[in-house]
């Protein structure tokens, strides 16, 4: 089980919990929404719960818990830069299709 950051991301990451003073890596995880049926949950971490699967990747930790993990074993995070929008984006092996609008997706 793995879940995975590239530099980009890593180095967005570190930048905004430094800026914020606080906290201990990215909460990665899902919801049941959209056409697709999950949609991807981000958040910065402020604690690790006893449920959570933590991965640690260019110094970053990220955090998953443990309902959305097999939804989310194997992605790698990225965070790209388009003109003035940015996000992170992930690849994942997992899934099947994706909604018209790239919200929500399907495993």
Same mark, same amino acid.
């Given at each position: 089980?793995?879940?995975? /950051?590239?530099?980009? =991301? =890593?180095?967005?990451?570190?930048?905004? @919990? *430094? !800026?914020?003073?606080?906290?201990?890596? /990215?909460? @990665? *995880?899902? !919801?049941?929404? *959209? +056409?697709? *049926?999950?949609?991807?949950?981000?958040?910065? =971490?402020?604690?690790?719960?006893?449920?959570?699967?933590?991965?640690? &990747?260019?110094?970053?930790?990220?955090?998953? &818990? %443990?309902?959305? @993990?097999?939804?989310?074993?194997?992605? #790698?995070?990225?965070? =790209?830069?388009?003109? @003035? $929008?940015? %996000?992170?984006?992930?690849?994942?092996? $997992?899934?099947?299709? #994706? +909604?018209? +609008?790239? #919200?929500?997706? $399907?495993?």
């Amino acid at each position: 089980m793995s879940v995975s /950051l590239t530099p980009s =991301a =890593a180095e967005r990451v570190q930048s905004f @919990l *430094g !800026k914020r003073g606080r906290g201990v890596g /990215l909460r @990665l *995880g899902v !919801k049941k929404t *959209g +056409c697709s *049926g999950f949609a991807y949950v981000v958040s910065y =971490a402020d604690d690790i719960g006893a449920a959570d699967v933590v991965f640690e &990747d260019h110094g970053v930790k990220v955090i998953v &818990d %443990a309902e959305s @993990l097999r939804y989310v074993d194997g992605t #790698e995070i990225d965070f =790209a830069r388009h003109g @003035l $929008n940015e %996000a992170f984006k992930f690849r994942n092996p $997992n899934v099947r299709g #994706e +909604c018209g +609008c790239g #919200e929500s997706f $399907n495993v």
